[in-house]
């Protein structure tokens, strides 16, 4: 086949769907595939790249101001009057059988998706985000953006769309009713390899908490996913293990976390460590007790990395989270719901009392991965998906 593969988000750009939008172009080559990569310009990469077998074109864009609106995130549009023109130029040339989009509120993704209506290619869409916010005004401009701008662009070309998890099941539907044409379960997919081997004395010398046990949290920083329901069971947890360290490794885009914590007098162990290499995530989680990732609903990329990498993970979260694969609170994963405070606490410290045991869980959640969450599993799906929206045409 040949596949185009369409995220404003692409290396060197960080990012959960930045990386998985590369590996799965870089595993569709790998599989004999021709693979053309469509992104936005960002920062000194090349307007035109050719490695791993894929070949890689970035738009001129434009970086939109970080403001509260935008979760303080670095959003980069393609959009200019000529984008429609010079985007089918480049796809005739090409000569796609199907369209691999990611992200549902880019630019690039309704101007690929209006081209894939016209020349009648299939289109699967992964939507990575959801669009909500837990301030009140936001949310209802968030809500009102997905009525006025995302839906009706869907409607037009109904592509297929990948459903991540639950959560992410729940909101398409709600959100896209008549924007899609089917909704295919395939999980966040993560590669092992690179997560596991890395050495905990750098991790330690990264975190800077000396031999403290160490809660990590990796991840960026945003209103979904704020960190301050783990910093408000902090309290509890250093009341019993008083010289665990917080350490999050991510982009501070939205800081209430750490203003929390100094309200509540926990600001000495918290260690935000901002953007950090890829490279250096392997040495954290090699140095982690226990990871916290995600404090709001659903599990992703991060989290699945540190269980790959046999950190025991202790979060907010469902366990039907992932269609077809379930999960058990204490066996492979520590979960409570949403908002629970206290609980999450006490799975925390349950950790932290007993860390054979936590380890013992890590590495059944190790075995889970490698059972279901595989990048290789998660690529076959996909090209399946690909395959067959381009048999139905």
Do not use: C
């Amino acid at each position: 086949m040949r596949i185009v593969v369409v995220n404003n988000f692409f290396p060197p750009r960080v990012g959960g769907s930045s990386h998985l939008s590369d590996a799965l172009a870089r595993g569709y080559a790998a599989r004999g595939h021709e693979v053309l990569v469509v992104t936005a310009a960002y920062g000194q990469a090349p307007a035109r790249e050719l490695r791993d077998g894929i070949r890689i074109v970035r738009l001129p864009a434009v970086m939109l101001p970080e403001t509260r609106f935008a979760v303080s995130f670095d959003l980069s549009f393609a959009s200019r009057p000529t984008l429609a023109r010079d985007l089918a130029r480049l796809l005739d040339d090409f000569g796609p059988d199907v369209i691999h989009q990611h992200g549902q509120f880019m630019d690039l993704t309704w101007a690929s998706g209006a081209y894939a209506r016209r020349r009648g290619i299939p289109a699967l869409l992964s939507v990575h985000t959801r669009l909500e916010n837990p301030a009140a005004l936001y949310r209802h401009a968030f809500r009102t953006l997905d009525a006025t701008l995302v839906a009706p662009r869907l409607r037009r070309y109904r592509p297929a769309v990948v459903v991540m998890d639950a959560h992410m099941r729940d909101y398409i539907t709600s959100r896209y009713r008549g924007g899609y044409r089917d909704l295919v379960p395939i999980p966040v997919g993560v590669d092992p390899a690179w997560v596991r081997g890395g050495d905990a004395a750098i991790g330690r010398e990264l975190a800077g908490v000396g031999d403290a046990p160490i809660l990590l949290s990796v991840g960026h920083v945003i209103p979904l996913r704020d960190r301050v329901g783990l910093v408000e069971a902090l309290p509890a947890v250093l009341a019993r293990h008083p010289q665990a360290r917080l350490v999050v490794a991510g982009r501070v885009y939205y800081d209430v976390f750490l203003r929390r914590a100094d309200a509540l007098g926990v600001g000495y162990a918290v260690r935000p460590l901002g953007a950090v290499p890829k490279s250096s995530i392997p040495h954290l989680l090699a140095a982690a007790t226990v990871e916290s990732h995600e404090q709001g609903d659903g599990m992703g990329t991060a989290t699945l990395e540190a269980m790959a990498a046999g950190v025991p993970v202790v979060g907010w979260g469902r366990l039907d989270n992932f269609p077809g694969v379930a999960l058990h609170d204490g066996q492979d994963v520590m979960l409570t719901h949403r908002g629970d405070v206290q609980g999450l606490a006490q799975r925390l410290v349950r950790v932290l009392d007993d860390v054979p045991a936590a380890r013992a869980m890590g590495e059944r959640g190790r075995a889970l991965v490698d059972a279901h969450f595989t990048l290789e599993r998660v690529l076959d799906a996909h090209l399946a998906t690909l395959a067959e929206l381009v048999a139905r045409g």
